[in-house]
């Protein structure tokens, strides 16, 4: 009888040093990498508006989706080779419709690369890509951080996609 009222303490103990174990730390997501910066410090500025336009449409929020753009397309405007992102952006920002925006973001992440690429002077980003978005045919983003966060299905399909390239 010892025996198993001691099993029992030891259980008892056990669990209480479990329960007070700080759980939370095990579902922190993972850190956003540190953002790159560009030679030219108008295409930072730029691609901080791509993220934060890319960030909207993961979160589903067309609203939010329409300010990034506006701001993308005015600071795109500053770029040397920066007429098509503009253009781009100036479409999203135009439209109100999730749906329109999310299909006109995939030519301007395929416009974004070519700006990005050659260009960063510190710290490295990701090309990623959904081979689901555009009715299957596929579509890529930038992104910071390794970690899959959809901008064209959001929370239907948040984790849908790979890395396919680093830039640095």
Partial sequence: MKNIAFVIALLLMGWSAYAQH???????PAQTAEAP?????????AYTHYLQLKDALVASNATKA??????????AE????????????GIIAAASDLEAQRKEFATLSTEMKTLVSGNVASGSLYLEYCPMA?????????????QIMNPYFGDMMLHCGSVKETIQ
């Fill in 22 to 28: 700080d759980h939370a730390q095990h579902s922190t």
């Fill in 78 to 89: 500053t770029l040397t080779n920066g007429k098509k992102v503009s253009a781009s952006a």
């Fill in 66 to 75: 329409k300010q990034a753009a506006a701001a993308l397309k005015q600071s």
């Fill in 37 to 45: 910066t560009f030679k030219d410090a108008r295409l930072t500025t």
């Fill in 134 to 146: 555009n009715n299957h045919t596929g579509a890529y983003w930038l992104s910071n951080d390794k």
